[in-house]
């Protein structure tokens, strides 16, 4: 005689809710659930740095772009700093594609793409405790309690030599450079997840860059019903004609923010010796409660270590980051975006090192 076990079922990731008003709810603070999407989302606050029109884009299209988010004199010292941390010379292209270790597949693949990693230079929170970057991010999750994503930048380089696309390995699956979701589209209740970057330099055609498929943001429910089972989750097999993929135009400064819900991509650079720089950047609900996240977010920034919330980020193979700079110093609004300190704190007036954000979660980091 046999006893049959019983098979125990996957455990379900714990959900931590947001500290917002609004019940968002993540488990890692990248995917959200809420009671509504954000592209059906009614504003409870007014818009700060959106128009009306621009609002409306965001929810219709999928994407909105902020004009001079930062300063176009801060992107250009941004630029320069990409160049600088990996050794490279703007004047002289053929530096662009000096040998270099790889340590994996992977490592390979982000050189190619053009992955620069740095996640914590002073420079980088700059960008990221812009009163009008974090406005924007306020006007489109309609909540004040905000983190910071902490991401890197990117220096695309002519797409030849050791930078050619044809290195990585094709697949028939999953994610493409090219054209993909960043969540799973065949969900019945998809998450609720917001990307976005900010432009170090003009976009040319040539040097391709960020593109998306607006049409079938709009369209997503009338054409998911049409597809067949099985589909690929996020990789979309679409017509182009029906659905074009267009390239928004960027400036330096310019702020461009995407729904996971769009199909997007990077446009590989076909131009002669010129490049595609910006710098990786979003905000999410905060998860206070999420205390193990809040310590490792505020880890990684007192000692310049890689983050541990994307496993493709995997620091400078050369010179670590560490081991070059300072930790950055951040004001009030950075404090809180970092989590450092807490947004039921009250307290304005927040030291510029953030050390009163110690006490303010009550725990020793």
């Known amino acids: 005689m046999t006893t049959s076990v019983p098979q125990r079922r996957p455990r379900r990731p714990y959900l931590h809710r947001a500290a917002s008003d609004l019940p968002y709810f993540s488990a890692d603070g990248e995917s959200y659930l809420a009671q509504t999407t954000l592209r059906e989302m009614s504003k409870s606050r007014p818009l700060r740095v959106l128009s009306e029109e621009d609002f409306a884009h965001w929810q219709t299209y999928g994407y909105v772009i902020v004009r001079e988010a930062i300063p176009a004199a801060s992107a250009r010292r941004l630029l320069d700093f990409t160049w600088e941390f990996q050794g490279l010379d703007p004047d002289r292209p053929d530096s662009w594609y000096d ?81 993909h979701w ?11 997840r917001v990307q976005g970057i900010i432009a170090l330099n003009d976009t040319r055609p040539e040097t391709g860059g960020f593109q998306c498929c607006p049409e079938l943001f709009r369209r997503f429910e009338e054409w998911r019903i049409a597809q067949p089972a099985g589909r690929d989750p996020i990789r979309p097999a679409v017509d182009r004609t029906e659905f074009p993929v267009v390239r928004p135009e960027l400036r330096p400064g310019d702020l461009l923010i995407w729904n996971g819900l769009l199909a997007h991509g990077v446009a590989r650079n076909v131009s002669a010796d010129s490049v595609r720089a910006v710098q990786y950047l979003s905000m999410m609900p905060a998860l206070e409660e999420h205390e193990r996240l ?38 009030g609004l950075g404090s809180r975006l970092l989590g450092l300190t807490s947004w039921k704190d009250t307290d304005q007036e927040t030291a510029a090192d953030g050390r009163s954000g110690d006490q303010s979660c009550a725990v020793s980091v």
């Open 182 to 192: 960043d969540i799973d589209t065949t969900l019945g209740v998809p998450p609720q």
């Open 294 to 331: 809040r310590r490792s977010r505020v880890d990684a920034w007192r000692h310049l270590r890689t983050p541990r919330w994307n496993r493709t980020l995997v620091g400078d193979p050369v010179l670590h980051e560490s081991e070059r700079y300072p930790t950055a110093t951040l004001d």
């Open 99 to 179: 040998d270099r270790p790889f340590r994996s597949e992977l490592d390979q693949q982000l050189h190619v793409y053009g992955f620069v990693e740095a996640y914590h230079h002073q420079l980088l929170w700059d960008s990221r405790q812009a009163q009008r970057v974090y406005d924007a991010f306020v006007d489109v999750w309609d909540c004040e309690e905000l983190w910071v994503t902490q991401d890197r930048l990117n220096l695309n380089p002519p797409n030849v030599k050791n930078r050619d696309r044809a290195l990585i390995e094709p697949t028939d699956r999953g994610f493409d450079i090219e054209l």
